[in-house]
Nanobody, 128 residues
Framework: QVSLVESGGGLVQPGGSLRLSCTGS????????VAWFRQAPGKEREAVSC????????GYADSVKGRFVIFRDDHMNTVYLQINDLRPEDTANYSC?????????????????????WGQGTQVTVSS
């Protein structure tokens, strides 16, 4: 059975950091391009970052650039999203998605790409 499992969310104060994990089960994540999305209550889902399978290049939404870092650990079959300098507006459910095609960074990071697999998400709440 193929699945993506996110973890690492929680309650954190403004300015804090979290490391989110997206771990593959039944699939090898380094053969897939992976994106992180977030959705806050009452808002549309937003793509925040992606990492491409063929060259490992990454992209970020303007809202998180300079604060979020996406990276892989192939040994752990996991893609991480390091989120720093958290702000209340970062509060959302964060989920990862993966796709086996060789599409562009814009395709995966724009939020309009099609993905083969989705995780259930992990909640991030930023509050003092």
């Amino acid at each position: 059975q193929v699945s993506l499992v996110e973890s690492g969310g929680g309650l954190v104060q403004p300015g804090g950091s979290l490391r989110l994990s997206c771990t593959g089960s039944g699939i090898t994540l380094n053969s897939l391009s992976v994106a992180w999305f977030r959705q806050a209550p009452g808002k549309e889902r937003e793509a925040v970052s992606c990492i491409l399978k063929h060259d490992g290049s990454s992209g970020y939404a303007d809202s998180v650039k300079g604060r979020f870092v996406i990276f892989r650990d192939d040994h752990m079959n996991t893609v991480y999203l390091q989120i720093n300098d958290l702000r209340p507006e970062d509060t959302a459910n964060y989920s990862c998605a993966a796709d086996g095609d060789n599409m562009s960074q814009n395709y995966y990071c724009s939020g309009y790409g099609q993905f083969d697999y989705w995780g259930q998400g992990t909640q991030v709440t930023v509050s003092s």
